[in-house]
């Protein structure tokens, strides 16, 4: 089955018909996981242009856990983040799921959507403006069958539809530039998802930075479109307004990852009301709701309805604590609570079928979208490469006027060594700086992955293709400023030589820094975990320690054969010295000594095959490298889920450890 998506007509897959295991579990990666959902595909008629269909969302009994500290036997406890929740939502309507921070909003979406839907933290690259981004997500999401005119025309409605129209040619914005507002960039994102008319769609926090105004014609046109296209739309929300609030059909009320109340939002305020917790006058009553249930705050006011225990014995207050109690149980024995048993069971019990593969683009499509959009990012983004471009350009001339022209002399063979040495390390080492770049990167494909966007392969292939053009050009210009100045050997075919190798070399660099990125998405972290690779693989290159006195068993067999600087320093070498002559010693004389002896006998290079050799095995390192960063993601993807399994615990196992 296909990762999880908040865009559930995107993927393969049966819909899961199981009954309910009554046993907590972690919060995990992958909907497959998700025993207690249930999915039920039912077709109406609407104005959509796509599938006229729906899907019915049930959940019963669910419980997250997760580790907490040590028992002091040593056992690890659990604790429950979400507590035997049961609940329903429904085609053509919203279900809001409220509750103070900290209550399990978040957790219960990504119990429910498997971490894939418009999450909080908005993941869109920072030089696109929105009608580039929007635009290169229908192209990616949008079936093949549709013509570019039609995906644009779909682009523009979406942008419309949420009020972005005015800033359709302002770029996202971020370290380069100011761009969008948190609002602006929030309404991006839920552009980006509803280009398809999902049938499912899983919202965290859409009003987050919006004003008032801004969040009502959000929330209404998410309204409109879940009635015209049959979408099931479950949103968590933090504080919504009155006419926000108004909105919603059903609300899930959370409090410590129990539900206070699970019905009609029109009667919430009948139900605290009839409780002993009615909204005062002049008060937004989603605020009343929070500010009852918000454990931030020791007591709340407490009317005398005549079944609280006399107002709690008259004392007219009740702690937050109480106050939730009296909530719960009072749900717990209410007709809500009936009402959803009865919907979450015969929901369950309806015949489901199939989910088809929704609408999406071709491999070679999503290939060659990936590719343009980041060969546009690079080209706009100045710490990709053009900054690197600069610096490498400056570090050549150095180069240049410090070897410049070192003939033939003696001397000029340590001076030859040492600067193809400086080349082939300094200029791939420097290649680190990009990781920042690279990690922006990889938070943008985890977010459009994991709703449907598109696949792993076409991520790595795109991302390599863009990459080349940039990699040549800052390969190219400043080895061709060093390689001259100092006065290399002439000819073109060792210039190209030359210049293959520090291309190769770079791209190899690049492909350990992705590797990092998938598994370190930290930036400090993965430029400091780079740095030390690439060290401890130039210790190993052949320059600063002979490869004859390289200690056994670990810094010659196997790290000497499996650094790549061994190779492409070796590459450059056989390039430069062989085919030369230089004086045996500096008195001069007619003595000479070869290029090749030099090689051999002073740098103990293996001298059985030719130069064409090392750019080869660098090649396959490269092809190596990229390999095993599709298959790092790939095994990130399916093994994530199994590790976090490990924590599932049932409610009898976490009182008693």
Known sequence: ???????????PGQI???TPSRSPFPLLGNRETYDDIHLHEISKKNNCSFEDAGVFLTWEDLWVTVPSSKSSSGEGNYKAIIQGLNGYAQPGEILAIMGPSGSGKSTLLDALAGNAYVTQDDALTATLTVKESVYYSAMLQLPDSMTNSEKKERAEITIREMGLQEAMNTRIGGWSGKGLSGGQKRRVSICTEILTRPKLLFLDEPTSGLDSAASHHVMERIVKLSQQCGMTVVASIHQPSFEVFALFHNLCLLSSGKVVYFGPASTTNEFFGLNGFPCPTMRNPPDHYLRTINKDFDNVS???NGD???????????TTEEAINILVESYKSSLFFQHVQHQVSEISNREGRVLEKGCQASFLTQSIVLTRRSFLNMYRDLGYYWLRLGIYVSLCVCIGTIFYDFGHSFGSIQARGAMLMFVATLLTFMSIGGFPSFVEDMMIFCRERLNGHYGVAAFVIGNTLSSIPYLLMITLIPGAIAYYLVGLQRGFEHFLFFVLVIFVSVMLVESLMMLVASMVPNYLMGIIIGSGVQGIMLLNAGFFRLPDELPNPFWKYPMYYIAFHRYAIEGLYKNEFEGLNFPRNQVGGSSTITGEEILEKMWQMPMGYSKWIDLVILF???????LMFFSIIQVSEKFKPVLQTSFRRTPEANRTS
């Open 1 to 11: 089955m296909a990762s999880p998506s908040s865009n559930y007509n995107d993927y």
């Open 16 to 18: 899961p018909n199981l």
């Open 620 to 626: 396959g390192m490269l092809v190596l490298y990229r």
């Open 302 to 304: 407490l009317v005398d």
């Open 308 to 318: 609280t225990e006399q107002a709690l014995a008259q004392n007219k207050q009740a």
